[in-house]
């Protein structure tokens, strides 16, 4: 059936859920190429004149944030920090009225340098993404020796008051998975807030194998081996990651069950790509093409009645566990993780 926009104001959707969260994309590329993400020789890019500009991109957060309820945005990639205009689209983001919280998700490299312009500009909050402290082992698992660029990157966030930093860390089996408790200490040690995220099918190679992927019960068994994890008692909400205290408190960890214990009926997400293209899920199949709309002249009214619209027909699940599971055309890369 062809999804039907609704009259309300806001991103709701048919199952309820209502998207106050924006992920967006500021460009495919990136200068690692994670095993679990994407192939060595990395993927055809975008072209120029596909990507969104940064005056576009406000525009559209402008809508978002102006018509459609959005009170947090979140910029990702591929690589966030390569994109050239970060700190002028932040800083317009941030001069939007209700000012939305401004969040960051990188890899970290060069992030040392930037962290206090950033800041300066309107990021509140990032999450650096780290899955080993073994500089070997990062090397086979991005394909560049650039731990610590990563390292700094982190104590760069945290010295500019980018707080609390986060870790995002994927682990894989016979590769990471022995670092679980490593990374918790060296998290706990420095004050970041440490958050493990099941591998999830949508790398751009095709070859997860959920018979092999890290489950949240294997991770928490593995930190349990030398931590003490109580239920945190603070309230999930929509958040992905379900928390624990570690030790009685008040540290935390993090375990996002994205495939064994999925969160989509809490999803409070929607997520525009590099070339303006919403997609209501991660997993979705079908993109809504604003970057059309908005060249051809739209103005903001129609662009929140598309955006509108391609909310409303979101899935109730991602549906990993179906038989008849297709994993999307484009890599987390493309989407925006
Ligand atoms: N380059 C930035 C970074 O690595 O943080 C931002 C983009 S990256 C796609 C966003 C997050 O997605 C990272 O934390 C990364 O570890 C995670 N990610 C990438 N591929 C994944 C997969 N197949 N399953 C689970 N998480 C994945
Ligand atoms: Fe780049 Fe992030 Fe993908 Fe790694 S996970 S290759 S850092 S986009």
Redesign the pocket.
Known sequence: MTPVAPSAEGLVDRYGRVARGLRVSLTDK?N?R?T??MPAEGLPWLAGPDLLTDAEIVRLVRVAVGRLGVTEVRF?????LIRPGLAGIVAEVAALRPRPRICL???GIGLDRVASGLRAAGVDRV???L?TLDPERFRQLTRRSQLDAVLAGLAGAASAGLTPVKI???LMRGVNDDEAPALLRFALDHGYQLRF???????AQHG?DRSRMVTAEEILAALATTFDLSPDPAVRGAAPAETWLVDGGPARVGVIA?VTQAFCGDCDRTRLTADGQVRSCLFATEESDLRGALRAGADDDELARRWRAAMWGKRAGHGIDDPTFLQPARP??AI??
């Open positions: 990136c690692l994670c679990y993400c990702t990639g591929g690589e966030p998700t990188t890899n999450n650096v993404s899955d995002n860390t994927v995220i099941e591998q999830m099918p949508l790398d997860w994205s987390m890369s925006g993780g």
